[in-house]
C-alpha cells in the first residue's frame, strides 16, 4: 500500500508507519499470509478507533449544543458515529484503495462494504491516536467529519430506518420486519415497543408514543449494535 500517498490524502505525516499499515489490513489478509510475517489485522485499531471517536465527538456535540438534553446528545451522537456515516468518510477519502484483502473478500467487493468502510475508519483513528494524540484527532475530525454536521445534514440522518434498509441492501442480507411487541397506556398516551428483524434475528428494540417513533429507535438500536 502507498503510505505516502495516503499522507498527502489526510494531510497527515505518519509517525509509526507500522500502524497504519496494520489499520487498513483486514483479518482475511492475515489469515491467508499467517505465515508471512505479516502485520496484525486492524480489529484492535478498531477497537480503540471505536472508544476515540465516541469520547471525541461527544466533546464536541457537548460544547456545540449547550441546549441538548443527554438522550438527545446521545441520538446526535449515534447518527455521527453510525455504520453508514463512517463509511461515507471512509469513502471520500478513499480509503477503499487501500485496504489489505484477502482474495476471497477483494473478489466479494469488500471494498466497497459499507461495514468493512466503517471499520477501517476506526482503525485508522485509533492508529492516529497511538501516532499523534487525540489533539491530532481532534483537528483530523474536524476537517473530515465536524465540518460536515449541520442541521441538514443531522436531519438527513435521522432516518434510521433507512440507513438500516441501505446497508441491508448493500450487504443483500435479506428483508426486515418490524414488530410492534409491546403497547401500553390509554388512547391518549400510547406507549409502543418495537424490535425489528433481519430474518429471525432480531436486531434492536426500541420505544416511543408512536408505532413510527418505535421503529424508528429499533433501527437506531440495530444500527449502533451494527457498528460495534
Keep these: 500500500m502507498n503510505l505516502s500517498q495516503l499522507e498527502q490524502i489526510t ?3 505518519f509517525h509509526n508507519r507500522k500502524l497504519f499499515q496494520q489499520a487498513f489490513t483486514h483479518t482475511s489478509f492475515t489469515h491467508e499470509k499467517k ?3 505479516i502485520h496484525p489485522d486492524n480489529e484492535r485499531l478498531e477497537f480503540l478507533g471505536d472508544a476515540v471517536l465516541e469520547l471525541a465527538v461527544s466533546e464536541y456535540l457537548f460544547h456545540r449544543y449547550p441546549k441538548m438534553s443527554e438522550g438527545e446528545l446521545t441520538r446526535t451522537r449515534a447518527r455521527v458515529v453510525c455504520e453508514p456515516s463512517l463509511a461515507s ?3 471520500e477519502l478513499g480509503f ?3 485496504l489489505r484483502l484477502g482474495k476471497g473478500e477483494e473478489m466479494t467487493g469488500g471494498r466497497t462494504r459499507p461495514s468493512l468502510l466503517a471499520d477501517v475508519f476506526e482503525a ?3 492508529a492516529l491516536f497511538l ?9 483530523f475530525l474536524e476537517r473530515v467529519v465536524f465540518s460536515k454536521i449541520s442541521e441538514e445534514w443531522l436531519a438527513s440522518m435521522m432516518d434510521a430506518k433507512s440507513q438500516l434498509q441501505e446497508v441491508v441492501q448493500q450487504e443483500r442480507l435479506g428483508a426486515l420486519e418490524y414488530r410492534i411487541v409491546d403497547m401500553q397506556g390509554p388512547a391518549h398516551d400510547r406507549h409502543f415497543v418495537a ?3 433481519l430474518g429471525n434475528k432480531p436486531l434492536g428494540q426500541g420505544s416511543g408514543r408512536s408505532k413510527k417513533e418505535a421503529e424508528q429507535q429499533a433501527a437506531l438500536k440495530a444500527l449502533q449494535g451494527w457498528k460495534k
Aim: proline share 0%; no cysteine; aromatic share 14%.
Design 131 to 139: 501516532d499523534h494524540g487525540l489533539d491530532q484527532v481532534k483537528k
Design 11 to 13: 494531510g497527515l505525516k
Design 35 to 37: 505465515n508471512n510475517g
Design 96 to 98: 477503499g484503495q487501500y
Design 89 to 91: 468518510f471512509a469513502k
Design 124 to 126: 485508522f483513528i485509533g
Design 195 to 197: 424490535e425489528v428483524y
